[in-house]
């Protein structure tokens, strides 16, 4: 036997020493890891993590390298018992110092829910995120966050006294970052892809992936007649038309996807043709009817069958085209009586539902 362990040579270990280990086996109670000596290092399940909710195999594989700190050379069964959580602690100040002074990512994972805050495993040690540090909104829910592996920056830190982190700051940079790359990029007259993130009275905000565009209302469809919370939801995802880009507003279009039905207006009607229409405002000169999504014309009180003050918004009506120009965007029109021999034109556009008008956007390329 001698003779045999003399072949080998043996890293001389002592109670307090720091070593490199690599694991061999993961145990329902701990893991064994080779560090070098003649005998294997056995590291208990309390000793792997500051994390008292640890599932060993989640977060260890066999072949990972890690610092171990020797508690005793040889136990009552000959093997070393080992700690990561006390190697860490005494490796951490120097790592620390040096990641706070430059502003490095670091690696953590969420362990514990305090008050204010949260606790995160960094290094090896206990860090406290601050609610207002662990996210870019408001965080309702801390217990969500528990087990997540996030990446953070430290923003306070006293050696063996106080370790202060964010998660915010991480995520802000990431943001600026696709914004400035973003805005290299991004152009006028472009169709680019976007997630619905509010809905307001004034328009629609999309995220494009670092930056918000708006969508204004008046850009929203060529229809005055459009309820905004028919046509977009919150989470969405659509393409939308990049109208203008002033510094870093952008705004967006979601009409200009399709063409400006006054264009086109000549190939669709003629002046005579008979159409259902549904009224979109009513004054006390007349109505508004539209005849097609974003085709919209006066129909003058005289012009009405009934009095001006009997006809409301959303009422159908047929009308009668007098007369249109596309260039003035002007369309006159003449209430007349439905059963009219002369009625031979049905709007299909108004039975079009809200859904297709979705579907439209969301299938555009």
Same mark, same amino acid.
Request: cysteine-free; glycine content about 6%; aromatic content about 6%.
């Given at each position: 036997?001698?003779?045999?362990?003399?072949?080998? *040579?043996? !890293?001389?270990?002592?109670?307090?020493?720091?070593?490199?280990?690599?694991?061999?086996?993961?145990?329902? #109670?701990?893991?064994?890891?080779?560090?070098?000596?003649?005998?294997?290092?056995?590291?208990?399940?309390?000793?792997?993590?500051?994390?008292?909710?640890?599932?060993? %195999?989640?977060?260890?594989?066999?072949?990972?390298?890690?610092?171990?700190?020797?508690?005793?050379?040889?136990?009552?069964?000959?093997?070393?018992?080992?700690?990561?959580?006390?190697? +860490? *602690?005494?490796?951490? /100040?120097?790592?620390?110092?040096?990641?706070?002074?430059?502003?490095?990512?670091?690696?953590?994972?969420?362990?514990?829910?305090?008050?204010?805050?949260?606790?995160?495993?960094?290094?090896?040690?206990?860090?406290?995120?601050?609610?207002?540090?662990? +996210?870019?909104?408001?965080? +309702? #829910?801390?217990?969500?966050?528990?087990?997540?592996?996030?990446?953070?920056?430290?923003? #306070?830190?006293?050696?063996?006294?106080?370790?202060?982190?964010?998660?915010?700051?991480?995520?802000?940079?990431?943001?600026?970052?696709?914004?400035?790359?973003?805005?290299? @990029?991004?152009?006028?007259?472009?169709?680019?892809?976007?997630?619905?993130?509010?809905?307001?009275?004034?328009?629609?905000?999309?995220?494009?992936?670092?930056?918000?565009?708006?969508?204004?209302?008046?850009?929203?469809?060529?229809?005055?007649?459009?309820?905004? !919370? +028919?046509?977009?939801?919150?989470?969405?995802?659509?393409?939308?038309?990049?109208?203008?880009?002033?510094?870093?507003?952008?705004?967006?279009?979601?009409?200009?996807?399709?063409?400006?039905?006054?264009?086109?207006? !000549?190939?669709?009607?003629?002046?005579?043709?008979?159409?259902?229409?549904?009224?979109?405002?009513?004054? *006390?000169?007349?109505?508004?009817?539209?005849?097609?999504?974003?085709?919209?014309?006066?129909?003058?009180? @005289?012009?009405?069958?009934?009095?001006?003050?009997?006809?409301?918004?959303?009422? /159908?009506?047929?009308?009668?085209?007098? %007369?249109?120009?596309?260039?003035?965007?002007?369309?006159?029109?003449?209430?007349?009586?439905?059963?009219?021999?002369?009625? #031979?034109?049905?709007?299909?556009?108004? @039975?079009?539902?809200?859904?297709?008008?979705?579907?439209?956007?969301? !299938?555009?390329?």
């Amino acid at each position: 036997m001698d003779d045999f362990m003399n072949e080998y *040579t043996f !890293n001389e270990i002592h109670s307090g020493d720091i070593v490199k280990g690599k694991i061999i086996k993961i145990l329902n #109670d701990g893991i064994i890891a080779d560090i070098g000596y003649k005998s294997d290092a056995f590291v208990p399940k309390s000793q792997l993590s500051l994390n008292p909710n640890i599932r060993i %195999s989640d977060d260890f594989n066999v072949g990972d390298e890690i610092d171990l700190y020797i508690i005793k050379r040889e136990d009552e069964n000959g093997d070393v018992l080992a700690s990561k959580v006390k190697a +860490d *602690t005494e490796l951490a /100040e120097e790592r620390l110092n040096t990641s706070f002074k430059n502003g490095d990512i670091l690696n953590g994972k969420i362990i514990e829910v305090v008050k204010g805050g949260v606790v995160a495993e960094v290094l090896g040690v206990k860090a406290f995120i601050p609610a207002s540090q662990l +996210d870019m909104h408001y965080v +309702d #829910d801390l217990n969500s966050y528990l087990g997540e592996k996030i990446e953070v920056k430290i923003i #306070d830190y006293i050696p063996s006294k106080k370790l202060v982190a964010s998660r915010r700051i991480v995520l802000e940079e990431e943001k600026n970052k696709k914004k400035e790359t973003l805005l290299k @990029n991004i152009r006028e007259g472009q169709v680019i892809n976007g997630v619905v993130k509010s809905i307001t009275k004034f328009g629609v905000f999309v995220d494009l992936g670092g930056i918000d565009g708006l969508i204004p209302l008046r850009e929203i469809s060529w229809s005055k007649n459009v309820n905004i !919370n +028919d046509v977009l939801h919150i989470g969405d995802r659509v393409d939308v038309y990049v109208d203008k880009i002033d510094q870093e507003k952008i705004t967006l279009s979601l009409k200009k996807l399709f063409p400006d039905p006054w264009v086109n207006i !000549n190939e669709k009607f003629k002046v005579g043709d008979i159409i259902l229409g549904i009224i979109t405002n009513v004054t *006390t000169f007349g109505a508004f009817v539209e005849i097609s999504e974003g085709l919209e014309g006066l129909a003058h009180k @005289n012009d009405l069958i009934k009095n001006v003050k009997e006809y409301k918004i959303g009422d /159908e009506i047929t009308v009668e085209i007098i %007369s249109f120009d596309s260039e003035k965007k002007k369309l006159s029109l003449k209430e007349v009586e439905k059963n009219s021999e002369s009625y #031979d034109l049905e709007r299909e556009e108004l @039975n079009v539902t809200i859904t297709d008008r979705i579907q439209n956007i969301n !299938n555009y390329s």
